[in-house]
T-cell receptor, first 111, second 111 residues
Framework: DTAVSQTPKYLVTQMGNDKSIKCEQNLGHDTMYWYKQDSKKFLKIMFSYNNKELIINETVPNRFSPKSPDKAHLNLHINSLELGDSAVYFC??????????FGAGTRLSVL | QQPVQSPQAVILREGEDAVINCSSSKALYSVHWYRQKHGEAPVFLMILLKGGEQKGHEKISASFNEKKQQSSLYLTASQLSYSGTYFCGTEIKGSNYKLTFGKGTLLTVNP
């Protein structure tokens, strides 16, 4: 049973398209995150939700919109994709103050 | 605000020891250590919450000097399975549990 699962694992799309990545955790955690890892492996937080409330919103283009329908789910929608959006996107979850458990990642390639 | 990790890369022979350092310019609430193998998600190693705290995990341990805002990860008698990129993630007081990750240290253990 995967603790933090992301879909899809790979996403190849054209510039200008809109795409979504889904994340679900079955650990009972109350906090979920989206990270972006670029080609240089720099892992940068984008958003965080605690009990469905947005608590961290880093300087991210507003083409990126997270949505948390409930504590166990956090989705990421990206509008008008650009070449620079190509990266691996990781979802993670944790109890408040706790260890973060990462999903397997979604490798996004924008052509 | 990004913590500074050193060294950037280290190559070991099986059985050798290594130390990875992480330092911040900000007062820290906690330090997290993660290991990421190529093509995989980051995996939690340990969290340090108190000044001077030292924790162990098999032959991997870490220390946290709150006054100096530094943490070190100690890998003793390294095994091939220790290879990967090690990230420290630092949490600043009042940051809503936000982790800021260093650029990572690539550790390669050779037979």
């Amino acid at each position: 049973d995967t603790a933090v699962s992301q879909t899809p694992k790979y996403l190849v799309t054209q510039m200008g398209n809109d795409k979504s990545i889904k994340c679900e955790q079955n650990l009972g955690h109350d906090t979920m995150y989206w990270y972006k890892q670029d080609s240089k492996k720099f892992l940068k937080i984008m958003f965080s939700y605690n009990n469905k409330e947005l608590i961290i919103n880093e300087t991210v283009p507003n083409r990126f919109s997270p949505k948390s329908p409930d504590k166990a789910h956090l989705n990421l929608h990206i509008n008008s994709l650009e070449l620079g959006d190509s990266a691996v996107y990781f979802c993670a979850s944790s109890h408040t103050l706790g260890v973060q458990y990462f999903g397997a990642g979604t490798r996004l390639s924008v052509l | 605000q990004q913590p500074v990790q050193s060294p950037q890369a280290v190559i070991l022979r099986e059985g050798e020891d290594a130390v990875i350092n992480c330092s911040s310019s900000k007062a820290l609430y906690s330090v997290h250590w993660y290991r990421q193998k190529h093509g995989e998600a980051p995996v939690f190693l340990m969290i340090l919450l108190k000044g001077g705290e030292q924790k162990g995990h098999e032959k991997i341990s870490a220390s946290f000097n709150e006054k100096k805002q530094q943490s070190s990860l100690y890998l003793t008698a390294s095994q091939l399975s220790y290879s990967g990129t090690y990230f420290c993630g630092t949490e600043i007081k009042g940051s809503n549990y936000k982790l800021t990750f260093g650029k990572g240290t690539l550790l390669t253990v050779n037979p």
